[in-house]
């Protein structure tokens, strides 16, 4: 039998979001892999490759395992009731329900997230909680069939551990050989709690303009405001 993975596909997803748990999902024996989008145009990436779907929200197959890529984009996707109907309708018969990063922002506004643990990049880890997700500050969270990364780079790990869940660590460990997934940064300041004081300040401060947005859009969608 075949293992439908489908990837939604938005304006402004982060490239790595969607491309890095890609490379590993679609080496499980036996999967195919579709990527949804709510045209049949490219979609653009938040680094400038485009990225061409292979169906419409029309068009899409069940799904047994629906991915979420994240970004800025997520946020007009949260507002957008078709797309958010396509991932609730998908979420809810799907074998395995997962997001990285931003994502689950998406999964959350779809109702997905209830009563649920979860995890995200690390900047928007407290927003979880407005869509009634548990928030859980780990790289990868499971709760029973729902799965979710935290930030970017986190969706090689979430692969990992989603291709270790479906197809068993043998298989898991051949593939991170084959890609050769041995990371050594040069850098320790891959997370808050690591990183220096002007280090954290400087890339708050980048975020400020991107947070008060977002921010915005979850008073809006959770009735939170005032």
């Not at 891959?190 to 947005?213: C, L, Q, Y």
Request: net charge negative; with cysteine.
């Amino acid at each position: 039998m075949t293992f439908t993975i489908g990837f939604l596909l938005f304006e402004d997803l982060t490239q790595l979001d969607f491309t890095g748990p890609l490379q590993f999902l679609s080496r499980i024996p036996g999967s195919q892999t579709v990527l949804i989008a709510k045209s049949e145009g490219p979609v653009r990436t938040d680094c400038g490759p485009f990225i061409l779907p292979t169906h419409t929200l029309d068009t899409a197959p069940d799904l047994d395992l629906l991915c979420v890529p994240g970004g800025f984009g997520v946020d007009a996707v949260m507002q957008d009731p078709e797309q958010i109907d396509f991932v609730r309708r998908q979420g809810e018969q799907a074998r395995y329900v997962t997001s990285v990063c931003t994502g689950a922002f998406i999964l959350g506004a779809a109702g997905l997230l209830k009563g649920v643990r979860a995890t995200t990049h690390w900047r928007y880890h407290d927003h979880l909680a407005a869509f009634g997700a548990l928030p859980v500050q780990q790289r990868v969270v499971h709760d029973g069939r729902v799965i979710t990364g935290g930030g970017v780079t986190a969706g090689i790990d979430f692969a990992l551990s989603v291709v270790r869940e479906i197809a068993g660590e043998d298989l898991a460990a051949s593939i991170q050989l084959g890609l050769e997934y041995d990371p050594a940064p040069p850098l320790d300041a891959g997370h808050p709690d690591r990183a220096s004081a002007h280090v954290r300040e400087a890339v708050e401060a980048r975020f400020t303009p991107r947070m008060n947005a977002f921010e915005a859009v979850v008073d809006q969608l959770t009735g939170q405001s005032g």
